[in-house]
C-alpha cells in the first residue's frame, strides 16, 4: 500500500489554503461549512458563527426548526467535500454567497491532498458526530489535595493512558484517542470512528483502570489518583477553539454525549465505574448489554499484555444484576435524577483482569454501591439522587 506522499507544489497549496481559510475565520468570527474543488483552487461557503444558531431557531414553528437542524447537522457531518452542484444547492438554502479561494497551482486530487484539505477546513469549522463512544475519567475528592497533589495526579492519570496506548499499539490495536481536560479529569474519544473504534475505546477504559490501580497500590502519598469513570455512546458537535489567532490543534467536543457523561459521573462514586444507557439514544441496534457482551471476544487479544510487569491472562466485563435473577436476567438499571430533575439512566459496571499471580478487580458490587449510596443519601427527605430500580 503505497503512502501516497503530497508534492512539494501541493504542500505549497494546502499552506496557501490555510493561511487564507485563517484570514477568513478571522478569530472564530466564521466557520466553514463545506467546499468543491475547482481548477483554480476551491470553492468554500462561510458563515458566521452564530448562524447556525439562527438558522435552528424557529420558535414559532418547531417542525421547521427539527427540520433545518437536521440538515444542518447532516451537512456538518463526514465529509465536506461537495460536488459543484451540492455546494450551490448549499448557499441558496441558507441564502448565502460562497467564496472563492484562488490557488498558485491547481490543487491535486490525489487522495492524500483531498484528506489534507478536509482536516484543514475542519479545524475552521464546526463538525456533527451522530455516535461515537467517549469516556469520562474524574478524580474522586480532587480539591481537597495541595496544588502538587492535584498535578501529581493529573499527571499519573496522563501517564497511565499514554502507556496503555502504547501496549495496545504494540499488538496492532493504535487507538487514535483524543482529550480534553475537565480540570480534574479528561473527556476521552477515539478519532477514529470504525465498526471497533467504540470497543477499543471501551478496553482501553478497563486498562487505564487497571494499571491507575496498580500505581496506587505501588505508590505512597496521594501522588496517584482514585477514579471513578463512565462511558457513553452518543451524538456530540467537534470543534476547534480560537488560540491566540490561530486554532488550536486539538478539538472539543460538546453535546448529547458529553451532557450525559457529566450527569452520570455526578453521582458516580470514587472506585465506581458506569456504562451510560445508549441503546435508544444513540440509534443502537443492541443496547449497553450487548456491547458489553461484544467486548469478551476482543479482550482476547489482550492476554499476555503486561501491566507494571504482570502479564494479563484475562479480561472480563459484567454489568451488575440482582442476585435473584437468573443469568441471563436484565441488568440493574441505576436510575440518576440531575439538578434538573431529568432523570438519566445508567449501569453499574463491573470487571475482572486475572493475572499470574493475582485477581485485580474494579468497580463496585451493587452491595458495595447500595451500602455507599446509604450513607450519603441527602439529609430531610431520605431519599437518594441514585437508586437501583
Known amino acids: 500500500m503505497s503512502k501516497d506522499p503530497i508534492s512539494i507544489v501541493q ?15 478571522r478569530l472564530g468570527q466564521s466557520i466553514v461549512l463545506c467546499w468543491c474543488w475547482d481548477e483554480r483552487g476551491l470553492l468554500v461557503i462561510f458563515v458566521p458563527h452564530y448562524f447556525l444558531g439562527n438558522y435552528c431557531a424557529h420558535r414559532d414553528d418547531p417542525e421547521v426548526s427539527t427540520e433545518n437542524e437536521n440538515y444542518i447537522r447532516a451537512l456538518i457531518s463526514g465529509r465536506r467535500r461537495k460536488s459543484r452542484e451540492e455546494l450551490f444547492a448549499v448557499a441558496v438554502r441558507l441564502s448565502v454567497s460562497p467564496t ?13 491532498v483531498m484528506r489534507g484539505v478536509e482536516e484543514i477546513i475542519r479545524r475552521y469549522g464546526l463538525s456533527f458526530v451522530e455516535r461515537r463512544g467517549v469516556l469520562l475519567f474524574d478524580i474522586a475528592d480532587f480539591s481537597l489535595f495541595s496544588s502538587f497533589e492535584q498535578a501529581s495526579q493529573l499527571n499519573s492519570l496522563s501517564y497511565s493512558m499514554n502507556s496503555v496506548y502504547n501496549k495496545l499499539a504494540a499488538r496492532g490495536m493504535e487507538i487514535n484517542f483524543a482529550r480534553t ?18 470497543q477499543e475505546l471501551f478496553l482501553f477504559l478497563q486498562l ?3 494499571d491507575n490501580a496498580l500505581a496506587r497500590a505501588a505508590s505512597r502519598g496521594n501522588t496517584v489518583p482514585v477514579i471513578r469513570a463512565a462511558f457513553h455512546i452518543g451524538s456530540h458537535y467537534e470543534l476547534y477553539q480560537a488560540e491566540g489567532v490561530n486554532p488550536t490543534v486539538f478539538s472539543y467536543i460538546v453535546g448529547d454525549v458529553t451532557i ?6 455526578e453521582r458516580t462514586l470514587p472506585g465506581q ?13 443492541h443496547g449497553s448489554a450487548e456491547f458489553v457482551k461484544s467486548c469478551v471476544e476482543a479482550a482476547k487479544a489482550l492476554e499476555g499484555l503486561t501491566l507494571m510487569g504482570k502479564p494479563l491472562r484475562s479480561l472480563r466485563n459484567w454489568l451488575s444484576r440482582d442476585a ?32 499470574d499471580d493475582s485477581t485485580l478487580t474494579l468497580g463496585m ?23 437501583w430500580v
Not at 450525559?260 to 459521573?265: D, G, H, P, S, T
Request: charged share 30%.
Open 324 to 355: 435473584s435473577a437468573d443469568a441471563e436476567g436484565q441488568p440493574l438499571d441505576v436510575s440518576i435524577t440531575d439538578k434538573h430533575g431529568i432523570k438519566h439512566h445508567a449501569y453499574n459496571l463491573q470487571g475482572e483482569l486475572e493475572f
Open 11 to 25: 504542500r505549497g497549496n494546502l499552506q496557501n489554503l490555510e493561511k487564507t481559510l485563517r484570514k477568513q475565520w
Open 365 to 387: 458490587t451493587p452491595e458495595e454501591f447500595s451500602e455507599a449510596l446509604e450513607k450519603n443519601m441527602p439529609r430531610g427527605n431520605g431519599k437518594s439522587d441514585s437508586w
Open 100 to 112: 472563492f479561494i484562488k490557488l498558485e497551482n491547481p490543487l491535486d486530487e490525489s487522495i492524500a
Open 208 to 210: 487505564v483502570l487497571a
Open 181 to 198: 481536560t475537565t480540570g480534574d479529569g479528561y473527556y476521552v474519544w477515539n478519532r477514529d470512528n470504525h465498526p471497533q473504534s467504540d
Open 273 to 285: 465505574v458506569m456504562l451510560g444507557d445508549f441503546g435508544a439514544c444513540a440509534g443502537e441496534e
Open 260 to 265: 450525559e457523561l457529566a450527569r452520570i459521573l
